[in-house]
């Protein structure tokens, strides 16, 4: 039996787990370059521990050091290198780059991990029309070098090689149950297995590297799941801001953990948009600004 977790508390599962929240910190209130945070949706770390965070509202990307220390920017309207139009989400889990979708800018920028831009990818219209992309919501790399990226215009995830070439779409009607309602981000497991959060669907949508559709998680559980981040035991963290709360699921979708959308007091959560973990800290978006939590876990044999 599962037993519902809080922030700072947790929850224990039948011969499993434990899982335990600790508040440490929260960061982002205050001004950065003299702007503060406006609508950041999306949020990502790298293997050294740094943080990533698209600033949706000031079309910028902010890197942060796992203690919340202001590292570095760049942005600012526009549709030059390092300018964005509403920068909706921020991949860094690759070992060498830092990969951002541009929405209105209809691309995906790729820049160094000292946020040096490297290259653009956006969609080439002499494709066919399933091989092409607009607005894009989110984007992953495999550990092959493949780039998917959530297309919002067609609702659908896009498969692209690791030489830019595009390859497939899946997500679509013509995949029956794995059709998307309203994908919102992606991430994809060391076992390859791609994960896209439904937000319409209530529910994360899991693919094999080929795009078929393997099974959901999450369904009756999840009201609008938008955040998604795998982190390196294969679990899943998903924010949920028509709940309030963020929750954790093992690959296999077997519930490990929730918040408590009823708890007071500091690091209560209101209205969580985005998840990312390092080490053993979790660092959460909500209400414009980052809470940072401690992970705490231990096995237990039991009924």
């Known amino acids: 039996m599962t037993i519902t977790g809080k922030w700072v508390k947790f929850m224990i599962m039948n011969i499993i787990s434990a899982i335990t929240l600790i508040f440490l910190f929260s960061f982002g209130s205050e001004k950065i370059e003299n702007i503060p945070l406006s609508e950041p949706l999306g949020i990502s770390s790298d293997v050294q521990g740094n943080i990533y965070i698209a600033d949706t509202g000031n079309n910028r990307i902010l890197k942060f050091d796992e203690n919340g220390l202001f590292l570095k920017s760049i942005g600012g309207f526009g549709w030059e290198n390092q300018q964005f139009d509403m920068p909706l989400d921020v991949y860094a889990k690759s070992v060498l780059d830092v990969f951002v979708a541009d929405y209105n800018n209809h691309r995906i920028e790729r820049y160094d991990k000292d946020l040096n831009y490297i290259s653009t990818l956006s969609s080439d219209e002499t494709k066919s029309e399933d091989l092409r992309f607009g607005y894009p919501r989110s984007v992953a790399i495999s550990i092959h070098g493949e780039l998917t990226l959530i297309d919002g215009e067609n609702n659908r995830v896009l498969k692209i090689d690791s030489f830019g070439e595009?390859?497939?779409?899946?997500?679509?009607?013509?995949?029956?149950?794995?059709?998307?309602?309203?994908?919102?981000?992606?991430?994809?497991?060391?076992?390859?297995?791609?994960?896209?959060?439904?937000?319409?669907?209530?529910?994360?949508?899991?693919?094999?590297y080929f795009g078929n559709y393997l099974s959901e998680i999450g369904t009756g559980v999840l009201e609008e799941p938008q955040g998604l981040f795998i982190d390196l035991n294969n679990r899943l963290w998903i924010a949920d801001p028509g709940r309030g709360e963020i929750f954790t699921f093992s690959a296999e979708g077997e519930l490990m953990f929730r918040t408590d959308a009823t708890e007071q007091g500091n690091g209560k959560l209101e209205r969580p948009v985005d998840v990312a973990v390092t080490a053993n800290k979790l660092y959460v978006i909500d209400n414009n600004i980052v809470n940072v939590a401690e992970i705490r876990e231990f096995h237990e044999s039991g009924e």
């Open 166 to 208: 595009p390859e497939l779409s899946f997500g679509t009607f013509a995949d029956g149950r794995g059709k998307l309602d309203e994908p919102i981000q992606i991430d994809i497991s060391r076992d390859e297995r791609i994960y896209v959060s439904d937000k319409a669907g209530k529910r994360i949508v899991v693919y094999d």
